[in-house]
């Protein structure tokens, strides 16, 4: 594959089972992207219209769908765990940012080939609809598409936010499709060794949401296809088995880089601090480094889950780290 620089190795091996888990409708197929109307599902409690944002990768049609968002205090509990909240702080005014507080937003991604709807990770479903998200459904039916249209589920890892809207009211959520989910992190999160350490949160989760699909579920490490075009490589450090995808079309190419760096300052500018949901800390920072080097090497873009909303962009490297370029109109054109 041109430009796929990483060989066909996983970058980091599997980590070690001491590791400690992070806590737990319009038919048809208009790519344009329209003006939604407010759900009238009683079980989504939000009634403004999802955000949603649609581009072409060659000749595929990417839609980034937003999960919700959630606002949180005192970053530093979260990014630079390792450094004092002044130097945090100190970094997000330098980026415009407030010192004492963030917010994460949850992007899930749906790619339509042509020959199959490719849905990448799927938000905090039911469970967080309380809090205003959980609006996977909402937005794959804003861009004009229904669940059963999905004919391929790629879960990148198995945390909470990515699991979350596999199942719905205790049935699967994408009654058509195929599911592809890492082996290494399958067998972590169901292995009886977590029961009674901090990982049995989420593996509750997993064996909820996950285990009831495995019979559909292919198992894969890295240099995984997924279908033509869209293949996977072992990304380890935020879990035992996360997974990025490399997606090419007609010499257009973006990485979905799941949860491989959760801010687009904290985590990208200062790629080696640490952050309290990556499981193994030291493997994850190594990760970003291989990972982001090799995209602002190849001015590759990527889309990352918890980027600014709509989460494309580009980055270039600045003193030790990365400086987060947001898409413009590259791919209108």
Request: glycine letters at 12%.
């Amino acid at each position: 594959m041109a430009g796929w620089t990483f060989g066909r190795r996983a970058l980091l091996g599997a980590t070690g089972a001491g590791i400690l888990a992070a806590p737990a409708i319009i038919s048809g197929r208009a790519f344009a992207q329209t003006a939604p109307q407010a759900s009238t599902d009683k079980s989504m409690t939000t009634q403004f219209p999802p955000e949603t944002h649609s581009f072409k990768l060659g000749d595929f049609k990417v839609f980034v769908l937003k999960d919700g968002a959630r606002p949180s205090g005192k970053p530093n509990e979260t990014f630079g765990t390792n450094q004092s909240a002044d130097a945090v702080g100190a970094l997000l005014a330098e980026n415009f940012l407030p010192k004492d507080q963030f917010v994460n937003s949850f992007a899930p991604v749906m790619i339509d080939t042509g020959s199959d709807v490719v849905l990448f990770d799927t938000g905090l479903g039911q469970g967080g609809r309380a809090q205003g998200t959980g609006r996977l459904l909402e937005g794959i039916k804003a861009v004009g598409y229904k669940p059963e249209d999905v004919t391929v589920v790629v879960i990148t890892h198995m945390h909470g936010d990515h699991i979350g809207g596999l199942m719905e009211d205790g049935k699967p959520a994408f009654a058509n499709a195929r599911y592809i989910a890492g082996q290494a992190e399958y067998d972590f999160w169901t292995n009886p060794a977590r029961a009674g350490t901090p990982a049995e949160g989420g593996q509750k989760g997993v064996l909820a949401n996950v285990k009831p699909l495995a019979e559909k579920t292919k198992f894969v490490g890295d240099n995984a296809s997924v279908t033509s075009g869209i293949t996977g490589m072992a990304a380890f450090g935020h879990s035992p088995g996360h997974m990025i995808y490399n997606v090419e079309s007609a010499g257009k190419r973006l990485i979905l880089t799941a949860d491989t760096a959760n801010h687009y300052v904290l985590s990208l500018q200062k790629p080696e601090w640490e952050v309290r949901f990556d499981m193994d800390k030291a493997a994850a920072a190594a990760t970003r480094k291989k990972v982001f080097d090799m995209l602002a090497t190849d001015k590759v873009a990527f889309l990352g889950y918890h980027m600014p909303f709509p989460a494309v962009g580009f980055v270039e490297k600045k003193d030790t780290g990365y400086r987060f370029v947001p898409k413009s109109y590259q791919f209108d054109i």
